[in-house]
């Protein structure tokens, strides 16, 4: 589709390479407790209200979609 259409797509990330090098130590060691990191968890039926809850930064830290 992309090809086809020749559209563009862009992509970025929110955090910069050392400090997921950083990260992923401590949370392997058990010195972050990744729970607290997911501030709400919602079924794949309300996945419109997830990315509205991702936007705002101070309703959310992390929004998790699962599949029930």
Known sequence: MVM???MIVYGSM??????????FPLIAGGRV???LLISDRL???EVIRAFELQADPAQSIKV?????
């Open 14 to 23: 929110g955090y910069y390479p050392d400090e997921t090098e950083q990260a």
């Open 43 to 45: 079924p794949l039926k």
């Open 64 to 68: 998790m979609v699962i599949n029930e």
């Open 4 to 6: 086809l259409k020749y």
């Open 33 to 35: 407790n990744r729970d």
